[in-house]
């Protein structure tokens, strides 16, 4: 009887802790030379010609908000949203998918901070810091988050910088 007590004790817990966990791993984290708009339609560009089978699943939603100088590029699997039937689904070979258009969605900082997020694979947020400088903050899955981070590199190489302009390149485990 005390280990069945002790088992479902432990097990409530853990349960607890996990229903806690609400920001995903923070996966890299980078500061460079780029505009926050023009980096998030490159790799908002490169991501949605991506054919890897692990992308294929996913939804990619792209948001500016310009009152804080700042995009976000939010992927979500197809498979876990609200209303997704076999008809659209992405795993159903004659589903009609509706991609997404070629402009961002515009948002105000009020709606990104009060509005429920549903669950995320990964999370790009890309915030202006000054005139010339962003903070790239990648948060999710680690196996198909690093598979952004390359996206996000060369979009950032494509804009010319001095050598001493890529600053404070951060790693996560």
């Known amino acids: ?3 069945s007590i002790m088992l479902l004790a ?16 923070l996966i890299y984290e980078d500061q460079i030379v780029e505009n926050h708009a023009r980096l998030a339609r490159c790799v908002m560009s490169r991501l949605q010609a991506d054919s890897h089978w692990s992308f294929r699943l996913l939804r990619f939603s792209h948001r500016v908000y310009p009152d804080i100088g700042a995009a976000e590029i939010v992927a979500h699997d197809m498979r876990l949203l609200p209303g997704v039937y076999a008809r659209n689904s992405p795993t159903n070979p004659d ?3 509706d991609p997404p258009g070629p402009n961002p969605e515009i948002r105000s900082a009020l709606q990104k901070n009060n509005e429920a997020e549903l669950p995320y ?3 790009l947020l890309i915030e202006q810091q ?8 990648l948060r999710g899955e ?5 598979r952004v981070w390359p996206y ?3 979009c950032a190489a494509t804009h010319k910088r001095g050598a001493n302009d890529r600053i404070d390149h951060q790693f996560y485990v």
């Open 10 to 25: 432990v097990l409530l817990s853990a349960c607890a802790s996990l229903s806690e966990q609400k920001e995903k791993p």
């Open 121 to 123: 694979v990964f999370n």
């Open 152 to 154: 996000v590199q060369a």
């Open 1 to 3: 009887m005390k280990r």
């Open 142 to 146: 680690r196996n198909r988050g690093e």
């Open 95 to 97: 589903a009609v998918l």
């Open 130 to 137: 000054d005139e010339i400088h962003v903070q790239v903050t």
